[in-house]
């Protein structure tokens, strides 16, 4: 990090469609006659997958696939970067490994980016510290924000956000300095209303080989939940009806991960359990009503997000197992709800030791006139 330049932001997570607000410290050690302090907020999103694939190679006629279309094994790493860094037409298409050769074949799905930018000073600059304040809308739509790749690096995901500040110096049209942040952003969730349906499961029954059937609800406290949090569960399990008795009761978090393409191709990445917890059971011709369960979100997992190329879900699974002869050819009971997971990011800590702050008056800053500008000179 450039240690002229320091972001602080006043919120860790911004909430979709409300400002990010925070301030960022610049340490000029020249005299400047004209500078321009520029703000940028920029968004990138996209996802990638790599397939290779072996294919028949014959070391004695290395012709019979053209050199220019080959990328050697030591720089395969050079193309897992974000696709809009290389573009298409000149990334290769086979991969050399030793003496096995192997077709490289890329999907991206990509977004458009969103830019704003804000001037936030015009003008002569003097070797000092300035602090300026800062206030950058974002849309009220966007996603949160999120970041995935495979151990392998051959999948990749991400819908990112940054924050640049730039000095520019227009009479040499180049750029003096230059320093970008991550902001995290919350997306949007469903309305009140949705939320509360989305957090009651329906009842479910199964057939258990003409021994009867069992029923079981599901109800959540909520639908929205941060990483680490405690997830309250109310069930309802009636085995009244049946012959069988429930063993246990299984509750089980799914993470689903899945990249759509630029030609709409949905490929699954992912679609694991991240946690599972056993619920006790009950006997035959009993009912168990209105039981409580905590459950203990794991503390690393990404946000949802649900885009046009980018699908990252949670569902929590409930089901009622009975642990008897056969009982695998009945049809499981079992309930799903989707959950929430947001981004959650601990707040922000930076050290401005030695920085020392002067107001100085009559400081243009462009009619942004949430934005304040101060100064003090740099000790010798």
Same mark, same amino acid.
């Given at each position: ?11 860790? /997570? ?23 302090? &520029? ?30 279309? /080959? ?24 991969? $050399? ?6 077709? /490289? ?14 001037? $936030?000073?015009?003008?002569? /600059? ?87 059937? &069992?029923? $079981? ?15 309250? !569960? ?34 699954? &990445? ?26 203990? !979100? ?10 046009? !190329? ?5 569902? $929590? ?15 499981? &009971? ?47």
């Amino acid at each position: 990090m450039n240690r002229n330049v320091l972001f602080k932001f006043f919120d860790p /997570v911004t909430l979709a469609g409300d400002q990010i607000r925070g301030e960022c410290f610049i340490r000029i050690t020249q005299e400047i006659p004209k500078a321009q302090i &520029v703000l940028t907020f920029q968004t990138k999103m996209y996802s990638k997958i790599i397939d290779k694939k072996q294919i028949p190679y014959d070391q004695s006629n290395p012709q019979m696939i053209p050199e220019k279309l /080959v990328e050697r094994a030591q720089r395969i790493q050079v193309t897992l970067d974000s696709p809009f860094r290389q573009p298409k037409p000149t990334q290769k298409k086979y991969e $050399l490994n030793g003496d096995i050769m192997y077709r /490289v074949i890329r999907h991206y799905g990509t977004h458009e980016s969103f830019v704003y930018t804000q001037e $936030l000073y015009t003008g002569q /600059v003097k070797p000092a510290d300035y602090k300026f304040q800062f206030s950058i809308p974002t849309q009220y739509n966007m996603s949160s924000s999120f970041q995935y790749k495979s151990e392998d690096g051959l999948k990749q995901a991400k819908c990112g956000y940054k924050v640049t500040l730039r000095v520019d110096l227009p009479d040499e049209a180049s750029t003096l300095m230059m320093e970008s942040a991550d902001v995290f952003i919350n997306g949007r969730t469903a309305s009140e209303c949705e939320q509360f349906r989305q957090c009651e499961g329906n009842i479910v029954q199964f057939l258990c080989l003409n021994r009867g059937t &069992v029923e $079981l609800s599901l109800k959540l406290n909520k639908n929205n939940f941060i990483p680490g949090e405690q997830l309250q !569960i109310e069930y309802t399990l009636d085995n009244t009806r049946s012959q069988r008795s429930i063993s246990r009761v299984e509750a089980r978090l799914i993470n689903k991960l899945t990249f759509i393409d630029d030609d709409e191709i949905e490929r699954v &990445v992912e679609n694991v359990k991240v946690f599972q917890q056993n619920l006790g059971g009950v006997n035959s011709g009993q009912k168990l009503e209105r039981q409580n369960a905590l459950l203990e !979100i794991p503390k690393n997992l990404r946000a949802t997000i649900k885009t046009n !190329i980018i699908r990252n879900q949670y569902f $929590l699974q409930m089901e009622a197992i009975a642990d008897a002869f056969l009982t695998w050819l009945s049809v499981p &009971v079992v309930c799903q709800i989707p959950i929430n997971i947001q981004e959650s990011q601990l707040p922000q800590k930076i050290n401005l030791e030695g920085w020392n702050f002067l107001p100085i008056m009559n400081v243009s800053v462009n009619a942004f006139s949430n934005l304040t500008v101060q100064q003090s000179f740099v000790p010798t």
